[in-house]
């Protein structure tokens, strides 16, 4: 059986990253068609290969299964001068590079963007770094750090306690996916020009441009937002709110919505109060309205009003774990999980692409790669 078309069908990826970030980015491309190799060192290989548990039903460390399918893996000590050696050769023939070394260290190993490009002018090269090539250029660039000086977590959390972190590394995920539409943007450019370019991408830069509405508000708006939990700074009511049983996720953003709303509660005539009978109002008489909407909603179940919320139009929901995440995408068709074929014929499961393509699919051929012995000269 032939295989379907892919999007990045004859694209040659060289990946010296790890961790997630840039292991994320060239995941997309690997599932959009492109062949992707990763380098990495003897022995040991990406960090995350060790980071666990949990662990899948192979011993494999989840972390790494999570950001590495589509890929092959060659083990390279480019500390060592044949292996240097290895290394450049596939970065001359490759399509695109992807690293994420601290500044500098390509350059010192010879494989830095200046010599690899001059050698190879349609070269697209991609490198991503914590706080930039300049003067952020030492600074290590782990998630946790950025969320921190970033000002994510200073909106994260509950007012009254300590400032959070999203429970995922989700500057690392943003990142990845800046870079990938880089390398696109960049591939495009190359269709035109018959060059590539380089692209930088940095953790920090990704933090603040994904702020977007709160990154807004300083600099249009000369504010400094602040943690209000789970409550939005310019809609009301999108909070958690207290049912019978448990909380509900009620995300009203718009006058009619909130007409609907009170229509559901059993009082139609709340939506005709000054105080609520439009969103500016609603803001600045949240915490009135919070109590109001906690003792109608204390009558039943979060999963009910959930019902019969979207139900009218309303966007409402139960707070799910992650299992009952997947299970909510599963019903409802969207296919969140996908079997991927391990060399012995036995599957990983892991989370779909979610881009889908008409003429394109993304593809699930091969598992996250084994670390290889060091490779043979």
């Known amino acids: 059986m032939q295989s379907p078309a892919t999007a990045l069908g004859p694209l040659k990826v060289l990946d010296f990253s790890r961790v997630l970030a840039g292991p994320f980015a060239t995941m997309l491309l690997a599932d959009l068609g492109a062949t992707v ?62 690293e994420n070394f601290r500044p500098g260290v390509m350059d010192r190993l010879g494989l830095g963007p200046a010599d690899l490009c001059a050698a190879n002018p349609g070269l697209v090269y991609c490198s991503i770094t914590g ?64 060059t590539g370019q380089r692209i930088e991408v940095d953790l920090l830069s990704s933090l603040l441009a994904a702020l977007a509405n709160q990154g807004a508000a300083f600099t249009a708006g000369g504010v400094v937002p602040a943690r209000l939990g789970n409550r939005h700074p310019s809609i009301a009511p999108y909070e958690l709110l207290p049912c019978a049983d448990r909380e509900l996720a009620l995300a009203v953003g718009n006058d009619r919505q909130f007409a609907a709303l009170c229509a559901v509660l059993g009082q139609p005539t709340l939506a005709d109060e000054p105080a609520y009978a439009t969103n500016p109002e609603r803001v600045r008489n949240r915490d009135r309205l919070r109590t109001v909407l906690e003792e109608l909603l204390a009558k039943r179940p979060a999963a009910d009003w959930a019902a019969d919320l979207s139900a009218a139009g309303v966007p409402a929901g139960v707070v799910n774990d992650v299992a009952g995440a997947f299970a909510l995408a599963t019903q409802l068709g969207l296919d969140p999980v996908v079997e991927v074929p391990r060399a012995d014929g036995t599957p990983v499961r892991l989370t779909r692409n979610p881009i889908t393509l008409s003429a394109t699919p993304a593809r699930y051929e091969t598992a996250p790669p084994r670390l290889p012995e060091r490779e043979q000269r």
Do not use: C
């Open 37 to 98: 190799t990763k380098v990495e060192r003897p022995g040991t290989g990406d960090d995350t290969r060790v980071w666990g548990p949990p662990y899948d039903d192979a011993g494999e460390a989840t972390y790494f299964q999570s950001v590495n399918r589509n890929k092959t893996s060659i083990a390279l000590d480019l500390s060592d001068p044949g292996d240097l050696a290895i290394a450049r050769a596939e970065a001359l023939s490759a399509d695109v590079v992807v």
């Open 131 to 194: 706080f930039g090539s300049g003067g952020g250029a030492a600074l290590p660039g782990y998630d946790l750090l950025i969320q921190a000086v970033g000002g994510l977590m200073s909106i994260t959390g509950d007012p009254a306690g300590e400032p959070q972190k999203v429970g995922v590394a989700l500057v690392d995920v943003l990142a990845g996916l800046f870079a990938s539409v880089g390398i696109l943007a960049a591939l495009r450019h190359r269709e035109t020009s018959g």
